[in-house]
């Protein structure tokens, strides 16, 4: 669910339904006693038992009522800035929407300035960077779509940044680049070496390469575009771990980062294949299934597979499936057998 909004008095029952209505997206949820003929959802149990569990289910979470209820229902049920949800808490006469969790990455200050559009309220962000005036990393890696790795570098970017220190990035497709000009201390380079030998404080590179010992440097930060699809053949019945670390292996070796994967794609006759699907589901990604047709259709790099061809009627599986997922995308990394596995990399050119 990507939105919910949550009243809990007569007052805030009212503005919840207002902002429903202005909020397609959002679903309502009031206590059983405010009960009407409408599409809201109710709710019987106590708030401090409840509304963990819809914190837990929801992308955003708009919260009408006293902001220190909120703090103290959800404070234990804090994971980090990456895992917790947007809340948004207004007060029930629509005065003021406090962004209190997840700022940047969850969207909660935009959501409330959305919600100062809609029914004239005062939006209250208090992050240092909109503070400042300044572009943060994680709301610029959110608007352009990226991903933040690791997420607990951030703090160290974010503060060289409100500091002016120097900060080098390396945004080759300028995904983000454009915001940054402006500000003081930010200089873009071309690549990595130039940036790496360069007197700054901090770096940012906005790539999908695989950066060693990245985790060990936390005035290094990587911005991850979502462009490789790994496209997977496998025999029948292989496990979730083999398919999970063969994975891994290639991308690391070939020195690409698994943060950028955009989706996974196989052939139809592996919609049931119970491995491949865990994967996806573990780490949260798409899935895309290619009939044998299709993936017949598609100029492959490496020899036809006559293994494939008897088995499913393909030509091949994970190359034509990578490059029809990535939109006939460049080709990273051509067939490779790992076990079980066949694997390949395309990556999204637009």
């Known amino acids: 669910m990507k939105l919910a909004i949550v009243a809990i008095t007569s007052g805030g029952a009212q503005l919840a339904r207002q902002l429903g209505a202005e909020l397609p997206e959002a679903r309502v949820y009031l206590p059983e006693k405010f009960r009407g003929a409408d599409d809201c959802d109710y709710f019987d149990k106590p708030l401090a038992i409840w509304l963990p569990n819809l914190f837990a289910e929801v992308e955003q979470l708009i919260c009408i009522m006293a902001t220190g209820i909120v703090v103290r229902i959800l404070g234990r049920e804090l994971k980090g800035k990456d895992k917790d949800p947007a809340v948004v808490v207004m ?43 300044l572009p943060a990393w994680d709301q610029a890696a959110r608007d352009a779509g990226l991903v933040v790795e690791p997420v607990s570098h951030l703090k160290t970017l974010n503060s060289l940044l409100l500091e002016g220190k120097r900060i080098g990035l390396v945004d080759q497709r300028r995904r983000i680049a454009d915001k940054f000009l402006a500000v003081p201390g930010v200089n873009l380079f071309d690549n990595f070496a130039v940036a790496t030998r ?150 999204i050119l637009n």
Request: with cysteine.
């Open 198 to 347: 360069s007197s700054s404080d901090g770096l940012v590179f906005v790539t999908h390469r695989f950066l060693p010992h990245l985790q060990n440097q936390p005035e290094m930060l990587a911005l991850r575009p979502r462009d490789l699809v790994v496209g997977i053949g496998c025999n029948r019945d292989t496990s979730v771990e083999e398919i999970e670390t063969a994975v891994r292996h290639k991308l690391k070796q070939s020195f690409l980062a698994f943060c950028s994967i955009a989706c996974i794609a196989s052939i139809d006759a592996k919609q049931d294949e119970v491995g491949l699907l865990e994967f996806a589901e573990k780490n949260s990604l798409p899935i895309e299934f290619h009939t044998a047709e299709e993936l017949n259709k598609v100029e492959i790099p490496s020899p036809i597979s006559q293994h494939a061809q008897r088995a499913v009627g393909a030509k091949g599986v994970c190359e034509p499936a990578a490059l029809l997922s990535s939109g006939m995308g460049e080709m990273l990394i051509r067939k490779q057998k790992v076990g079980n596995l066949t694997i390949a990399v395309a990556e």
């Open 91 to 133: 007060d029930e006469a629509g005065q003021f929407a406090i962004s209190l969790l997840s700022g940047h990455l969850g969207g909660a200050n935009d959501l409330a300035r959305r919600l100062a559009t809609v029914c004239s309220a005062t939006p209250v962000i208090t992050t240092a960077t909109d503070v400042n005036k």
